[in-house]
């Protein structure tokens, strides 16, 4: 973070925000740093290498794994294993020293040991102490702060509950079921604490009442600092309810997620233009409405593809990063970063053939299903090629 109209980003100067003698002021202060985010920008420079092929961003992702690697720390109820702020030339000055944002460090690292690029057994043992963490700590007693980083730093670091780091770990347990066997129950407890806390009546930042039901859909806040009833988090909310839905078939949680979808489009206007919120109020913040909002629509339609369109072929999900893709009427061609993938599409209509490369890819490799409502669902297994080539019945 910075200051309003700085040009060079070296951490807000908390000097400026400070509320009062029990409090440190809003901002990391100048030098300082969020390690968890040192992982989720590392994760981005790695699938922009995977996109472009451009190996400064490998470079950075690989010294972003190192630096999660060389500074991990032993950890215990009160300590995960990065602090929240540290400075970030010495590491000496912890300002807070808990997050529960694990998950974030965890992608780059699961990222880079698939792809086997760095010290991958370094990679392994840090990943496995934060996981181990992650498991034995947030997901049991549901202190899950400090993610934001505009915030006061409260004097109990368990004050400032949020609802983005426990929703991205119930996505990634749902994503990976073979790290937890008790995936199911944890995941039912996320949901669960998630809604008694983020989907029930508030008050805004400028003092007037929210419903956390309107019109019949769960409609969800950021964090106990703000209880603004928000787009981003309420689809992102709904599209962790239609993966849990994918995974269990628990109907109920898809309707849940279809009404909350709902009222999240109605922030978005017909020029295209996203309100965090239906309060006017609240903004138009750019990491809300454009880095965030727009993708758990797209997760939401791989989930419950009967929510894409019909009349049109789209790739709703794939396990590697899509360097190309063309449609036209008759076939779908495109191209991924790794070798051995697997995509999800919804089609028109029934491939004709697939080709891996200049191969007819064996029918055993990919499957058909028809989807309620119309449409077919057509998953593709493609090992050791990455061009594939989907040629539609007419």
């Given at each position: 973070?910075?200051?309003?109209?700085?040009?060079?980003?070296?951490?807000?100067?908390?000097?400026?925000?400070?509320?009062?003698?029990?409090?440190?002021?809003?901002?990391?202060?100048?030098?300082?740093?969020?390690?968890?985010?040192?992982?989720?920008?590392?994760?981005?420079y790695l699938k922009f290498y995977e996109f472009t092929g451009e190996k400064k961003y490998l470079d950075a992702a690989t010294k972003c794994a190192?630096?999660?690697v060389m500074h991990i720390t032993k950890w215990d109820e009160d300590h995960s294993p990065w602090p929240f702020r540290v400075?970030?030339?010495?590491?000496?000055?912890?300002?807070?020293?808990?997050?529960?944002?694990?998950v974030g460090p965890i992608r780059l690292l699961d990222e880079m040991i698939k792809l086997k690029i760095g010290n991958?057994?370094?990679y392994r043992r840090t990943r496995n102490s934060a996981f181990e963490w992650l498991m034995a700590y947030p997901v049991r007693n549901n202190v899950w702060t400090q993610y934001f980083e505009?915030?006061?730093?409260?004097?109990?670091?368990?004050?400032?509950?949020?609802?983005?780091?426990?929703?991205?770990?119930?996505?990634?347990?749902?994503e990976n079921p073979?790290?937890?066997?008790?995936?199911?129950k944890n995941c039912e407890n996320i949901i669960k604490w998630v809604t008694e806390n983020f989907a029930k009546d508030s008050f805004t930042m400028a003092g007037l009442p929210e419903k956390g039901n309107q019109w019949g859909a769960e409609v969800l806040s950021e964090q106990i600092n703000d209880m603004d009833k928000m787009s981003s988090h309420t689809a992102r909310f709904a599209s962790v309810l239609a993966?849990?839905?994918?995974?269990?078939?628990?109907?109920?949680?898809?309707?849940?997620a279809y009404r909350s979808f709902n009222w999240a489009t109605y922030s978005c206007d017909d020029k295209g233009l996203v309100k965090t919120s239906i309060d006017e109020g609240t903004g138009y913040w750019f990491s809300d409405g454009y880095g965030d909002y727009m993708r758990h629509f797209l997760r939401g339609m791989a989930s419950a593809p009967q929510w894409a369109p019909n009349d049109e072929n789209h790739l709703l999900r794939s396990s590697s990063i899509v360097r190309n893709i063309k449609y036209s009427d008759d076939k779908i061609t495109y191209k991924t970063f790794a070798d051995s993938s697997v995509e999800f599409f919804k089609?028109?209509?029934?491939?004709?053939?697939?080709?891996?490369?200049?191969?007819?890819?064996?029918?055993?490799?990919?499957?058909?299903?028809k989807i309620p409502g119309g449409g077919v669902g057509v998953t593709v297994r493609h090992p050791g090629q990455t061009e594939i080539t989907i040629l539609l019945k007419k």
């Open positions: 973070s910075s200051d309003g109209g700085k040009i060079y980003y070296r951490g807000a100067d908390d000097s400026k925000y400070v509320q009062d003698d029990k409090f440190l002021g809003r901002g990391d202060g100048k030098g300082f740093i969020e390690p968890d985010k040192v992982g989720e920008l590392g994760l981005a190192d630096a999660l400075d970030a030339k010495t590491g000496k000055i912890v300002k807070e020293k808990y997050t529960s944002n694990t991958t057994p370094d505009d915030i006061y730093i409260y004097p109990d670091y368990r004050t400032n509950i949020n609802q983005y780091c426990p929703m991205e770990t119930a996505r990634y347990l749902l073979q790290f937890d066997p008790q995936w199911k993966l849990w839905y994918e995974k269990t078939g628990d109907r109920i949680a898809l309707e849940r089609l028109t209509a029934e491939p004709e053939k697939i080709y891996s490369g200049t191969e007819i890819l064996s029918k055993n490799l990919y499957s058909v299903k």
